[in-house]
């Protein structure tokens, strides 16, 4: 994805709403927006179509520029421009994270994923079919602990909690979780917990008590370790003690994470999660 594109777009985005016509008429403007719309179909698009995308995704993005287009061709308002232009820099930024995500992946020959075990690579495979956020936080805390030299692994804790989220909020809405007859929220929360989106999900599957008790039980621990990796830093005098432990740490809540992805998104195989 070349970077010079989201920042011209980004640029020209704050052109239009330094105007001060309320509407945007004038041929010069409508003209590089065409222009622009043009390059996006002719020279970048090819480059998102990359496994982490999703074809829905590409889809909405293809009609947002469509949608751009029909604006130059009439008289339509300044701020409307302001809001399209804005929601393609940022579906553009997160397709920029996938390509970036997948070239660190790749081997200095260009060859296929590199140095996955058969564990993570069906869950990305998984993920990338339908949930491509999800599949960029899990690759991306995979690259974390391949990585030799850390600061700190806050960050690789917090993407590998994304991905779970991610996955659990595509598979059990928060509105279809809350509409359970018998739904109560837990205390101080105003939004579903992870722990009870897992349950909502693999009760529709008919998953009985005990399988149902020990994903949950995974959840609660992927969620306490997660918080010791972040509070960690001001509790150990030692960085290298810090790095040391938090690197483990971060390695159980991966452990932990597998496991309930391979429940959630039933995959199945005899491959070792370890």
């Known amino acids: 994805m070349n970077r010079n594109f989201i920042d011209e777009l980004d640029r020209f985005r704050e052109r239009i709403r330094g105007g001060r016509s309320v509407n945007v008429n004038d041929r010069e403007t409508k003209d590089a927006i065409v222009a622009i719309a043009s390059r996006y179909f002719k020279s970048v698009r090819d480059a998102l179509c990359l496994p982490g995308t999703s074809d829905g995704a590409l889809k909405h993005h293809d009609e947002k520029w469509q949608e751009l287009l029909r604006l130059a061709h009439g008289n339509n ?27 660190l992946e790749r081997g200095v020959n260009g060859g296929e994923l590199s140095d996955l075990t058969p564990a993570e690579q069906l869950i990305i495979d998984t993920l990338d079919r339908s949930i491509s956020s999800a599949s960029a936080s899990y690759r991306q805390g995979v690259l974390d602990l391949r990585g030799v030299l850390r600061l700190s692994y806050r960050g690789t804790a917090a993407e ?10 595509h598979l059990a809405p928060d509105s279809d979780v ?16 992870m722990k009870q989106k897992v349950r909502f999900v693999l009760k529709k599957r008919g998953w009985n008590k005990t399988r149902l ?3 949950e039980h995974s959840v609660s621990l992927i969620e306490n370790l997660v918080g010791d990796v972040m509070r960690a ?23 932990y994470v597998d496991v309930v992805l391979f429940d959630l998104l039933e995959i199945s195989g005899a491959v070792s999660l370890r």
């Open 77 to 103: 308002g300044r701020k409307t421009y302001v809001r399209v232009l804005g929601q393609l820099k940022r579906e553009l930024s997160e397709f920029s994270v996938v390509s970036l995500s997948h070239k």
């Open 178 to 193: 809350t509409s359970q007859g018998d739904f109560k929220y837990e205390d101080d929360q105003k939004k579903p917990t």
């Open 233 to 255: 830093v001001y509790a150990r005098a030692s960085l290298a003690i810090h790095l040391e432990t938090s690197r483990r740490e971060v390695l159980q809540v991966k452990r």
């Open 160 to 169: 590998f909690r994304e991905a779970l989220r991610e996955t659990l909020d």
């Open 213 to 215: 008790s020990a994903t």
